[in-house]
């Protein structure tokens, strides 16, 4: 499989909506996707009564919207666009300052399918935006992964090798400390982590699991979230223990069962964050 087969839409020249009261944001947004695909045909709504006029003229590939807006809110934006008769794969992305507040509190709904924080930045929404008109990889970018089922851990590795990505698989979450520790200790490569990013169930056989290894790796080991990103793998339904885990320090979750494309829609949007020179004000406007 090819990188160019994660993308969530195939046409050319897609037709993305990009729904927000403010129009200084929805311009921002609308340069950056035209930055990043050409050929994109915007449409900009102030509000849901404009975007459901716009629904009923014709289908679009890619929704992007203010969780607040004029006339209610982006998630009751992303249930009409789920009602509309041709709408319901379209990818609906939550683009809000309280994103980060919302997705701990687990108060989106399924009908988003994605999120991002304006306070991340504006280099940082190009690339989060790029994540689904132009995924592209980042070859040899290092997963450690840690799995303990043997099944899950071939299918999900294949996911991620596919994408050029080099998964480091451990069975257990003392395996994989070993493995940081060893790297931290000896301070090799100019403070090398050994992993580029962190995927980890959240229940293990072992004796120590998911929240164990991100306790440690946000309180022992000190890694901000840009320094070693973590995605936390759980089937847990429970929003509450959801909640617990990005409180914790998980930069995302991945929910169980695993879709392909969102698995790596999101392991690559972290490592491209990652790599982000820290944010300097350039916020995108609320």
Same mark, same amino acid.
């Given at each position: 499989m090819q990188s160019q087969n994660l993308r969530h839409f195939d046409n050319t020249a897609p037709r993305v909506m990009v729904v927000d009261g403010s129009r200084m944001v929805r311009k921002l947004? =609308?340069?950056? @996707? %035209?930055?990043?695909?050409?050929?994109?045909?915007?449409?900009?709504?102030?509000?849901? +009564?404009?975007? &459901?006029?716009? !629904?009923d003229h014709g289908q679009v590939?890619?929704?992007?919207?203010?969780?607040? !807006?004029?006339?209610?809110? $982006?998630?009751? /934006?992303?249930?009409?666009v789920r009602e509309a008769a041709t709408q319901a794969y379209v990818p609906v992305i939550v683009v809000s300052g309280d994103a980060q507040a919302h997705l701990e509190a687990r108060r989106f709904t399924e009908d988003v399918t994605d999120y991002f924080d304006k306070s991340l930045g504006t280099a940082a929404l190009a690339e989060f935006i790029r994540g689904y008109v132009q995924p592209q990889s980042i070859p040899g970018a290092?997963? *450690?992964?840690?799995?303990?089922?043997?099944? +899950?851990?071939? =299918?999900?590795?294949?996911? %991620?090798e596919r994408h050029s990505l080099q998964v480091l698989h451990f069975i257990g979450v003392e395996e994989a400390l070993e493995h940081l520790e060893a790297h931290r200790a000896? $301070?090799?490569?100019?403070?090398?982590? $050994?992993?580029?990013?962190? /995927?980890?169930?959240?229940?293990?056989k072992g004796e @120590?699991?998911? &929240?164990?290894? *991100?306790?440690?790796?946000?309180?022992?080991?000190?890694y901000g979230k840009r320094r070693l990103p973590v995605l936390v793998m759980t089937g847990d339904a429970n929003r509450d223990n959801q909640s617990e885990? !990005?409180?914790?320090?998980?930069?995302?979750?991945?929910? &169980?069962?695993?879709?392909? #494309?969102? !698995?790596?829609? &999101?392991?690559?949007?972290?490592?491209?964050?990652? #790599? @982000? +020179?820290?944010?300097t004000g350039a916020v995108v406007p609320a």
């Open positions: 947004i =609308a340069d950056v @996707l %035209l930055r990043e695909l050409p050929n994109v045909r915007i449409v900009q709504c102030g509000g849901i +009564v404009e975007a &459901k006029v716009a !629904l590939d890619l929704v992007t919207t203010a969780l607040v !807006l004029p006339d209610g809110d $982006g998630i009751a /934006l992303a249930r009409a290092r997963v *450690l992964y840690v799995e303990d089922s043997r099944v +899950v851990a071939v =299918a999900t590795k294949r996911m %991620l000896s $301070g090799r490569d100019g403070g090398d982590a $050994g992993a580029d990013l962190v /995927l980890t169930d959240v229940y293990l @120590l699991g998911g &929240k164990d290894l *991100l306790a440690r790796l946000r309180n022992d080991f000190a885990l !990005l409180r914790a320090g998980a930069n995302d979750l991945v929910l &169980k069962p695993i879709e392909e #494309r969102l !698995l790596v829609t &999101k392991t690559l949007f972290q490592l491209r964050l990652s #790599r @982000l +020179v820290e944010p």
